[in-house]
């Protein structure tokens, strides 16, 4: 089986913030759980939407939504790990795009993953996809497009 490979510009981090391991995190392994990393990614996405001052869902019904979730691990990560997640976003489209994350351990330099995350903006209220807003787009110039 093909095994998946995240490779991401430097250039495209943007945001960076840091998330601890809780201990209710922690798996049979006596690491940090799949599911756990899944909420500590949209954890981050969440912090790096509110610095850029993006409401994931506006009062008007539009929206971002998730549609895909990429995430390939390189080591362990233990209960009380700080970690530090560094965000960005790629590879802009008439839609959307995706926001991209490097998870590392600062304490030691390592790193523990790389994920991306798809998003497009969508009109919840009309349950349809809506073209990316320009103010949003224009919060980011240096992301390349793709059509």
């Known amino acids: 089986m093909a095994r998946l490979t995240l490779h991401f ?3 495209q981090y943007c945001f960076s913030t840091q998330l601890t391991v809780r201990i ?5 392994g006596n690491h940090l759980a799949n599911d756990s990393m899944i909420s500590m990614i949209s954890e981050a996405r969440a912090r790096f939407l ?3 001052g993006v409401a994931e869902t506006r009062q008007d019904g ?3 939504i998730v549609t895909d979730l990429a995430t390939t691990y390189k080591a362990e990560a233990h209960a009380r790990d700080a970690l530090l997640f560094e965000v960005g976003v790629m590879d802009f489209n008439k839609y959307g795009g995706d926001i991209i994350f490097r998870i590392t351990r600062p304490a030691d330099g390592t790193l523990i ?3 991306k995350s798809g ?3 969508y009109d919840y209220a009309q349950s349809r996809v809506v073209a990316m807003p320009e103010a949003f787009a224009g919060k980011f110039p240096r992301v390349n497009r793709i059509e």
Do not use: L
């Open 9 to 11: 510009p430097e250039d």
């Open 119 to 121: 998003f497009v903006f």
């Open 113 to 115: 993953a790389m994920a």
């Open 24 to 28: 209710t995190d922690i798996n049979a």
């Open 62 to 64: 539009a929206g971002i």
């Open 50 to 52: 509110f610095a850029y």
